[in-house]
């Protein structure tokens, strides 16, 4: 071993240790579940485990069956709660550190390593996934582990036997990622065309692809037999605009690509939607890097870059065919792949400087590649929170009275089911087009000295058009504030009426009361009645 070796290794462990360090501390806060995790989270607490594999989940969930056994699992082990649920999704991002570090070493060494391990380490979005009881984290180790096990083979350090038990690990960890069932068969075409190529068995690959086509076939025969139509559909409706709209073609099908990449690389480096110009400059930045990097490794045409390339290509098909959207979160397990291309890059045009500059230029290529981490540590270090109910309900149950009505706005729900007190309590709807929705259900309540109104994960200007309906109908007696100061989407708040004076009772009804709505709407941002926020933002 050489002393530069030495130095890479422990330069390499360092690194994966800060990572590992703050995935820890993000799950080790236990901050309450918000509402994609309480999906899943009712799913699992209130079923046994065949009902959780073989039944239709609730709440319009899709999960791969390997992941809810999982969860199951970590349940049972720790409880039903933050500490169990989350179990597992903390260990894959702990794996998935290791795993970036042997299959990046594949395409770039020294100062390219170091720098593109500390960006993977710090990710925001890949600490945060740390600590959330969804498949997110899974997706991206699963997807190392796959990419890894094909570029050993395509090294010729698997024999059949090796090759045998790769199949059988890497088929058992596909069954807890869906996107896994795509990048497994676009790495055994590669690695079978590879093979044929060269004039050479195919037994190595075809003992990987056995077990890898097995545990696809279970994954893929739970999305078509368990999950429900109405789900589909569902999911259908809301990926609309991130599947690629090849079929036919459109005037945003050649801007949509290059702009869903870029969503992915600056979910991965900043988790917020990239708005001040320095946050879209250095995103571009890196989308550069990995052009220049991916335009590197087809020059080659080697096998590896061909490996490499796997989850991107499959990712685009999946999205033209309307089978799997091209998003941040969905499509995070590509986000490794544009992560070592921009690696690549950095390290092709390092190459083309004089040998004088290089060293300067490896100096500077680390400060890029360490402001995620810099920002992380100096302006926003873990625990990231969103959406904070339990310490909220905890204290609404303290100051609960008999007799109070409790209404619960829609989205909340869940939250209260999960982590709200034994009372009864109404569930308030869901309604996008007409606040008025909102006011009808109040009405039933009217009259009551003591309504409280809880509200978490709200939707724009929604809690400002209830609350307004509360204060002209009644007065504000108590309230609870979000414990960690959150606003917005992601702020959990309780307040406390009196509805029982006649003369304000008189003022409006539901039916008179003037109320604000969005003044914009997009899928970039949202303005109105005081309030704004960028879709995605970072929750802390």
Known sequence: MTKAFRIDLGAALAILTFG?????????????????????????????????????LDEGQVAPPGFLALEKLGGVLLGHDEYGLRLFPWLWSLAALPLFWRVSSRFVSGPEIAAGLLAFAASPAL???????KQYSGDVAVTLLLLFFSLRLAEGRMGQ????????????????????????????????????????????VLALGAGWAAGAALVTAAGILIVAPAT?????????????????????????LPLHLYWILG????YIVPKSLPEVGFVLLFCALSLIGGWSLVRRRS?????????LVVAVLASAVHVLPVSKRVSLFVAPTLLVMAMAGASEIRALLPARARTGAALALLALFAM??????????????????????????????PGDAVYVYGSASLAMRFYGPPVEWIEGSIDRADSRTYFREIDRIRGRPRVWLFITHSFPCEPEAIRSYLESIGTELNRIEDPFGLVGQRAATAYLYDLSDPDRLALADAETHPYVSATRLSRVSVEGCGYGREPGQLPF
């Open 20 to 56: 590992a360090v703050l995935r820890t501390i993000q799950h080790a806060a236990q901050g309450s579940m918000w509402l994609d995790e309480l999906a899943i989270a009712v799913n699992v607490a209130g079923r046994d485990l065949g009902g959780l594999l073989f039944r239709p």
């Open 267 to 270: 979910h991965l480096l900043l």
């Open 232 to 256: 589909l559909a569902q999911m259908q409706r809301a990926w609309t605009n991130d599947f690629f709209p090849l079929f036919p073609p459109e005037l945003r099908t050649l801007s949509w």
């Open 303 to 311: 096998a590896a870059g061909a490996i490499l390339a796997v989850p």
């Open 127 to 133: 600490v945060w996934y740390a600590g959330n009881a």
């Open 161 to 204: 036997r090796e090759a045998a038990l790769a199949g059988v690990g890497g088929g058992l960890a596909i069954l807890a990622a869906q996107p896994a069932v795509l990048v497994a068969f676009g790495l055994c075409v590669v690695l079978g065309w590879g093979r044929l190529r060269a004039r050479e068995s195919l037994g190595p």
């Open 372 to 401: 995620p981490a810099g920002a992380v540590v100096l302006l926003a270090p873990p625990p990231y929170r969103a959406e904070e109910s339990r310490p909220v309900l905890d204290e609404l149950a303290r100051r609960w009275r």
